[in-house]
């Protein structure tokens, strides 16, 4: 059965507000990345933002609703214009091809308030930064931030090659003393052990990249002491495609069927039932969904439940996990 | 016996842990009386941190010292009270770097105060060991008159600065590194339960 459900009883969406924009402004950054700017169709400002935010980009893609989160890369001081930037992947689901053929300036286009899962402790007596490739957006809010307000931060930034480093001639002109660019084409490693080795006292260590660099920051950093409370990282998982499945959503009595490329989530929402999220990523656990019954396998791939919640078959995180088996009955 | 299982309380309330090693660059250790045991039996389970740690020891009516110092400490002070050793706390902590690790143990005045001196350096509190060992008695608050009352073991005592007969509470506060002792007779002046000790 499919349709919508205008009796859910489901919880409304936090955030469900959504902010109505103009495409003010696209620039080509390289052969990969692209900047989107957008204005308030309102022609007011944007609510204000902090640095690491992030803000969920509605594409209507024909007859399909994409939503993809991306970094603010904007100044938060500047609410005129938000900004992101968009890395093309080929292999993805289709939203960064969508908005890098098909997005002009001009389009009209529906952006989430700003969330923030990825803060400046603003305690910390120092901020470094260690960012791959496109991770650097969250870090160009955060140093617009600090800059503000004479912050004390350092960043090393890690990119593919200098065709492939977006903002690095930005940065460099500006910060010159604070960033350290290194290009895998030649061979240039973040000296991690030498760089975590006397840090001052009461300084914070943020990591955004790919998930190597993540795992390899962290690790590296928990064993020389750094406690767990000094490492942030900002890590989305996109949802993964996986085998059709069913499910049952009890409140709102109805059956989905989730197909192979979209997310459970997306399956949810298809259907018109207002589930919560915030990051769709795997990160932020506002959608955690309580399962009623099932007979299978859950495929968990966020990393917001704990290992027993994970074992224990009573939880699932639509955004990006999925499920193969006979039966999964959802709270929902 | 040293050790003392707290019941449970509010959740305002510190709770406290067994010390263990864990990695890192530079170990500080800060106790007072009865502390230092613990710092023994953490020695005892890794005697790799010595030489790395630095331990900062106030015996306050003990005789530890020798047994602590035995334990070749990288460096060991001994201060006559904790006001004197404050500054060279502050002192570690400016120097410091990312890596060291913090293990706190004694009564809970002490580790408080040393707690809230690291979190003033920028160190989350989290990330920092504290065993209780010895005493029971609290550093108080008066939340009349804000003057603190040190090694209170009776409940209800009397403000040492105002003279309020003042209710022991589990109400702590992290900053101050000070529980809160709030007047127990205001509205009727003179109706003072009698003062008992702190957990008999």
Redesign the interface.
Request: aromatic share 8%; glycine share 8%; proline share 5%.
């Given at each position: 059965m499919t349709g919508t459900a205008p009796n859910s009883t489901a919880p409304k969406t936090v955030g469900a507000a959504k902010l109505a924009v103009r495409v003010s402004a696209i620039t080509t950054l390289n052969a990969l990345v692209t900047r989107f700017e957008f204005q308030r169709i309102d022609g007011a400002d944007f609510p204000t933002f902090s640095g690491g935010a992030h803000t969920v980009v509605e594409m209507m893609d024909g007859e399909k609703k994409r939503l993809n989160p991306y970094s603010l890369m904007s100044d938060p001081a500047e609410l005129s214009t938000y900004a992101i930037s968009v890395r093309r992947d080929d292999q993805g689901r289709g939203g960064s091809l969508f908005m890098h053929q098909k997005i002009k300036v001009g389009d009209e286009m529906a952006l989430s308030y700003p969330v923030n899962l990825f803060v400046l402790d603003l305690r910390a007596r120092k901020h470094l930064f260690v960012a791959g490739g496109i991770g650097i957006t969250p870090f160009l809010a955060q140093i617009k931030q600090l800059e503000a307000i004479g912050g004390n931060w350092e960043l090393h930034y890690s990119c593919r090659s200098p065709d492939l480093g977006s903002y690095v001639d930005e940065l460099t002109e500006y910060y010159p003393h604070a960033t350290s660019v290194y290009y895998d084409d030649k061979k240039q490693l973040i000296d991690l052990d030498n760089l975590l080795d006397g840090q001052p006292f009461g300084t914070h260590l943020y990591v955004c990249g790919p998930k190597g660099m993540i795992d390899w920051v962290r690790k590296t950093a928990t064993a020389t002491g750094w406690p767990q409370a000094h490492v942030h990282h900002e890590e989305f998982f996109a949802p993964q495609p996986g085998r059709p499945f069913a499910v049952r959503l009890k409140k709102s009595e109805l059956t989905v069927e989730v197909g192979a490329q979209e997310s459970l989530l997306e399956a949810i929402e298809r259907l018109g039932v207002d589930a919560p999220y915030l990051c769709r990523g795997g990160a932020c656990g506002q959608c955690e969904t309580d399962v009623l019954d099932s007979d299978g396998t859950f495929l968990h791939r966020d990393h917001w439940l704990e290992d027993d919640e994970k074992e224990s078959g009573e939880k699932i995180m639509p955004c990006v996990s999925r499920f193969e088996g006979k039966i999964l009955v959802l709270n929902r | 016996m040293s050790t003392f299982e707290f019941p449970p309380s509010i959740r305002s309330r510190p709770v406290y842990c067994v010390l263990e090693a864990?990695?890192?660059?530079a170990h500080l250790m800060i106790a007072d009386a009865e502390g230092a045991e613990a710092l023994i039996d953490l020695a005892l389970r890794a005697p790799e941190l010595m030489a790395k740690a630095h331990v900062i020891y106030i015996p306050k009516a003990t005789d530890f010292g020798a047994a602590l110092n035995a334990l070749n400490p990288a460096q060991y002070y001994e201060g006559p009270s904790y006001s004197a050793a404050v500054s060279r706390i502050k002192r570690v902590?400016?120097?410091?770097?990312?890596?060291?690790?913090i293990y706190l143990s004694g009564t809970e005045g002490l580790m408080g105060q040393a707690l809230s001196e690291a979190m003033q350096?920028?160190?989350?509190h989290?990330?920092i060991q504290t065993e209780h060992r010895g005493s029971l008695a609290r550093r108080m608050q008066c939340v009349h008159c804000k003057g603190i009352t040190e090694d209170v073991s009776n409940d209800p005592f009397q403000c040492s600065h105002c003279g309020l007969n003042l209710f022991v509470r589990d109400h702590y506060s992290r900053r101050l590194a000070a529980f809160q002792g709030v007047c127990i007779d205001a509205e009727e002046p003179g109706n003072v339960p009698p003062s008992k000790e702190l957990y008999s």
């Amino acid at each position: 059965m499919t349709g919508t459900a205008p009796n859910s009883t489901a919880p409304k969406t936090v955030g469900a507000a959504k902010l109505a924009v103009r495409v003010s402004a696209i620039t080509t950054l390289n052969a990969l990345v692209t900047r989107f700017e957008f204005q308030r169709i309102d022609g007011a400002d944007f609510p204000t933002f902090s640095g690491g935010a992030h803000t969920v980009v509605e594409m209507m893609d024909g007859e399909k609703k994409r939503l993809n989160p991306y970094s603010l890369m904007s100044d938060p001081a500047e609410l005129s214009t938000y900004a992101i930037s968009v890395r093309r992947d080929d292999q993805g689901r289709g939203g960064s091809l969508f908005m890098h053929q098909k997005i002009k300036v001009g389009d009209e286009m529906a952006l989430s308030y700003p969330v923030n899962l990825f803060v400046l402790d603003l305690r910390a007596r120092k901020h470094l930064f260690v960012a791959g490739g496109i991770g650097i957006t969250p870090f160009l809010a955060q140093i617009k931030q600090l800059e503000a307000i004479g912050g004390n931060w350092e960043l090393h930034y890690s990119c593919r090659s200098p065709d492939l480093g977006s903002y690095v001639d930005e940065l460099t002109e500006y910060y010159p003393h604070a960033t350290s660019v290194y290009y895998d084409d030649k061979k240039q490693l973040i000296d991690l052990d030498n760089l975590l080795d006397g840090q001052p006292f009461g300084t914070h260590l943020y990591v955004c990249g790919p998930k190597g660099m993540i795992d390899w920051v962290r690790k590296t950093a928990t064993a020389t002491g750094w406690p767990q409370a000094h490492v942030h990282h900002e890590e989305f998982f996109a949802p993964q495609p996986g085998r059709p499945f069913a499910v049952r959503l009890k409140k709102s009595e109805l059956t989905v069927e989730v197909g192979a490329q979209e997310s459970l989530l997306e399956a949810i929402e298809r259907l018109g039932v207002d589930a919560p999220y915030l990051c769709r990523g795997g990160a932020c656990g506002q959608c955690e969904t309580d399962v009623l019954d099932s007979d299978g396998t859950f495929l968990h791939r966020d990393h917001w439940l704990e290992d027993d919640e994970k074992e224990s078959g009573e939880k699932i995180m639509p955004c990006v996990s999925r499920f193969e088996g006979k039966i999964l009955v959802l709270n929902r | 016996m040293s050790t003392f299982e707290f019941p449970p309380s509010i959740r305002s309330r510190p709770v406290y842990c067994v010390l263990e090693a864990r990695p890192g660059k530079a170990h500080l250790m800060i106790a007072d009386a009865e502390g230092a045991e613990a710092l023994i039996d953490l020695a005892l389970r890794a005697p790799e941190l010595m030489a790395k740690a630095h331990v900062i020891y106030i015996p306050k009516a003990t005789d530890f010292g020798a047994a602590l110092n035995a334990l070749n400490p990288a460096q060991y002070y001994e201060g006559p009270s904790y006001s004197a050793a404050v500054s060279r706390i502050k002192r570690v902590f400016s120097d410091a770097s990312m890596g060291l690790q913090i293990y706190l143990s004694g009564t809970e005045g002490l580790m408080g105060q040393a707690l809230s001196e690291a979190m003033q350096a920028g160190y989350d509190h989290t990330a920092i060991q504290t065993e209780h060992r010895g005493s029971l008695a609290r550093r108080m608050q008066c939340v009349h008159c804000k003057g603190i009352t040190e090694d209170v073991s009776n409940d209800p005592f009397q403000c040492s600065h105002c003279g309020l007969n003042l209710f022991v509470r589990d109400h702590y506060s992290r900053r101050l590194a000070a529980f809160q002792g709030v007047c127990i007779d205001a509205e009727e002046p003179g109706n003072v339960p009698p003062s008992k000790e702190l957990y008999s």
